[in-house]
């Protein structure tokens, strides 16, 4: 039976783009989360006044991966150290954060920030925050990367290195 995890590191087409590539992921869902708006809109979250974050939602089989294992690759692919941001991506839209689905995801989360402490110089700063409303992202913002990244500037210059990186340190993870 498949179960779902839910996971804010910056933008989300960065966070989407790394998890459709691993094995035992059954889907990617781009959305906002976390918020006190109904029914936020892209341009409404990028304002930065919604509370939402732009995170990912992520369809998986536990009897392929593990929720830890998922997290492992969260905390490996975004800088879980840096305060409402992501690089150039300014705001707490742009916060590192986790949704856990039930408590035993909770403590879950709690023992990967523990285990991913170890590889930053700075303090994870990754928030465990109670699950809230999921919204969908627009459809244009679904499978971004995979698209039109290679058309996109900011694609080419954030994502496809962080993607290179990713399918070396994870290649026994990767879908053929």
């Known amino acids: 039976m498949s179960e779902i995890a839910t996971f804010a590191g910056g933008c989300f087409w960065c966070t989407e783009a790394v998890f459709d590539d691993v094995i035992g992921v059954e889907s990617v869902e781009s959305g906002y989360i976390g918020g006190h708006v109904e029914n936020p809109s892209y ?64 403590a879950e989360a709690r023992a990967a920030i523990e285990r991913a402490q170890a590889d930053w110089p700075r303090l994870i700063v990754t928030t465990i925050e109670p699950l809230a409303t999921w919204y969908p992202a627009e459809d244009y913002h679904q499978e971004y990367f995979a698209r039109v990244g290679d058309q996109n500037p900011y694609c080419m210059a954030v994502i496809a290195p962080k993607l290179r990186k990713f399918r070396k340190s994870f290649a026994e993870r990767l879908k053929q």
């Open 43 to 106: 341009k409404r979250v990028c304002e930065g006044d919604t509370g939402h974050a732009e995170a990912i939602r992520i369809v998986f089989d536990p009897q392929v991966i593990a929720y830890g294992d998922l997290l492992d690759i969260f905390f490996a692919t975004h800088d879980p150290t840096q305060l409402n941001r992501q690089g150039n991506d300014v705001g707490t839209q742009y916060r590192s954060a986790i949704f856990p689905h039930s408590p035993e995801q909770e």
